[in-house]
C-alpha cells in the first residue's frame, strides 16, 4: 500500500479501544468514528429499527460505522471481509484514494480490546462513505445482523418449512445470489425443473439455502423497518427475484417471530403497474 495512503490510516482494533461504544434502546451495541457523513440522529434509528428479540443474541457484536474501512496491504487482489494475515484499517476521512482500495465492510475479532475488555467480542467495520445513501448503508448494516442471527441462533422450523415448500413448489426466483446458488444445488442442480420427489436431496446444501435464505428475509425485513424501498430495489446481481406474494409470506413469518420494537412499524403495500 502507497506511503501516502498508509500515513492517514489507524487499525481497527486501536479505533475500538479508543472509540467509545454506545448501546442502543434494544440492547446493540455500536459506535461511530470520524467523518462518517451520516447525522447521529440516523445511524440511531437505524440500528434501532433492530427487534429487542434479534439484538438480544448479538451481544457479542459491536458494529462500527467509519468512514472508510480495508485491509493492510489491499491491492488488485480481494482480501475479502476478514483476513487473518491482513491487519484491518479504518481512515477517518474519506479520499477518492483510499475508497478505491475500501470495502463495504471489514469483520474483526477484537479480543480483549474490544468493547469494555470483553473477551471474544467482534467488530463490524461499516464503511459509511462507500455506501453513500441511507438504503445502502442500512442493508449492509442489516445483512450483516442477518448472518450473525443465524449463526447464533439457527434457523426456525416453521421459516424452514415455509422456504422449502416454496423451493420445492419451484416459485420463482430467490432473495440473493447465495441463496439462488445454494437452492439449485440441493434440488440437483436446476432451478425452473420442478422437482421430482425421486430425486435426490443434496442436505448440505440445503442447510446453507436455508441458512441464506433466514438471513435475506431478516436483512429485508429489517430494511423495511428502517427505509422505504421498492422491490426492485433488492437485486444486487444477476439472478431473478423472488416472486413478491413469496417474498411477502416469508417476511410477514418473519415480524411474527420477531416483532418490531415500539415506533417502527411493518407493512407490505402492492400497487398496480400503469
Known amino acids: 500500500m502507497a506511503e501516502s495512503i498508509q500515513s492517514g490510516l489507524v487499525q481497527a482494533t486501536q479505533v475500538a479501544r479508543e472509540t467509545a461504544v454506545r448501546c442502543a434502546a434494544n440492547g446493540l451495541h455500536f459506535a461511530a468514528y470520524g467523518e ?11 440500528v ?31 482480501a475479502g471481509h476478514r483476513s487473518g494475515n491482513e491487519e484491518t484499517m479504518i481512515s477517518p476521512v ?6 478505491e482500495l475500501a470495502i463495504c465492510h471489514r469483520n474483526v475479532a477484537l479480543g ?3 468493547v469494555a475488555g470483553e473477551e471474544g467480542r467482534d ?14 448503508l442500512a442493508f449492509e448494516l442489516f445483512i450483516n445482523v442477518g448472518h450473525a442471527f443465524v449463526d447464533e ?6 421459516f424452514s418449512e ?24 440441493a ?3 436446476g432451478q425452473n425443473k420442478g422437482h421430482d420427489s425421486r430425486q435426490r436431496i443434496d442436505e448440505k446444501a440445503k442447510t446453507d439455502y436455508l441458512e441464506a435464505a433466514f438471513s435475506d428475509a431478516i436483512a429485508i425485513y429489517l430494511l423495511s423497518l428502517s427505509v422505504d424501498f421498492d422491490y426492485s430495489e433488492l437485486r444486487e446481481r444477476e439472478y431473478p427475484l423472488l416472486a413478491p406474494q413469496a417474498l411477502a409470506d416469508r417476511l410477514r413469518l418473519v415480524a411474527q417471530l420477531f416483532p418490531p420494537n415500539a415506533d417502527y412499524e411493518f407493512s407490505i403495500r402492492y400497487r398496480r403497474r400503469m
Open 187 to 189: 434440488l440437483g442442480g
Open 123 to 136: 467488530g463490524v467495520f461499516l464503511s459509511t462513505r462507500l455506501l453513500g445513501d441511507r438504503f445502502s
Open 36 to 46: 462518517t457523513g451520516q447525522d447521529d440522529a440516523d445511524l440511531v434509528r437505524m
Open 48 to 78: 434501532q429499527a433492530v427487534p429487542i428479540s434479534i439484538a438480544a443474541a448479538l451481544t457479542r457484536k459491536a458494529y462500527y460505522f467509519v468512514p472508510l474501512a480495508l485491509a493492510e496491504g489491499r491491492g488488485s487482489e480481494s
Open 94 to 99: 474519506f479520499t477518492a484514494e483510499i475508497a
Open 112 to 114: 480483549t480490546g474490544g
Open 153 to 158: 441462533t439457527g434457523v426456525p422450523e416453521s
Open 162 to 185: 415455509l422456504v422449502w415448500n416454496q423451493a420445492v413448489a419451484d416459485v420463482r426466483g430467490e432473495t440473493s445470489q447465495d441463496a439462488w446458488e445454494s437452492r439449485a444445488q
